[in-house]
């Protein structure tokens, strides 16, 4: 069993900067791969960015590589996503998700969901 807790979201004008944060804990926290997806309003859910909780590899949907970051603090257990240069089109609620090691990073290979948090790029 894994919890997900996940935080940062706000609002921010565009080409500003926010921090995700997604803390995890249970067991065999290593046997997964942790990051987020994200919902705007009226479209389906989809995958930003990933990264291994094992050897640290990492994944970006093409809208935002370049611009997010994501990294992990093995100590606190804690995946943190750095959001630069925020575009409109980024809006939507984030959540943060844990999908078990060799799967696909997909809604249906999600094994547990944070509550999300919504990240709103407006001036």
């Known amino acids: 069993q894994v919890q997900l807790v996940d935080s940062g979201g706000g609002l921010v004008q565009p080409g500003g900067s926010l921090r995700l944060s997604c803390a995890a804990s249970?067991?065999?926290?290593?046997?997964?791969?942790i990051g987020w997806f994200r919902q705007a309003p009226g479209k389906e859910r989809e995958g930003v960015s990933c990264?291994?909780?094992?050897?640290?590899?990492?994944y970006y949907a093409d809208s935002v590589k370049g611009r997010f970051t994501i990294s992990r603090d093995s100590a606190k257990n804690t995946v943190y996503l750095q959001m630069n240069s925020l575009k409109p089109e980024d809006t939507a609620v984030y959540y943060c998700?844990?999908?078990?090691?060799?799967?696909?990073?997909?809604?249906?290979?999600?094994?547990?969901w944070g509550q999300g948090t919504q990240v709103t790029v407006s001036s």
């Open positions: 990264i291994s909780t094992s050897d640290g590899s990492t």
């Open positions: 249970g067991s065999a926290l290593d046997n997964y791969v």
């Open positions: 998700a844990a999908v078990p090691f060799g799967s696909y990073w997909s809604t249906s290979g999600v094994r547990y």
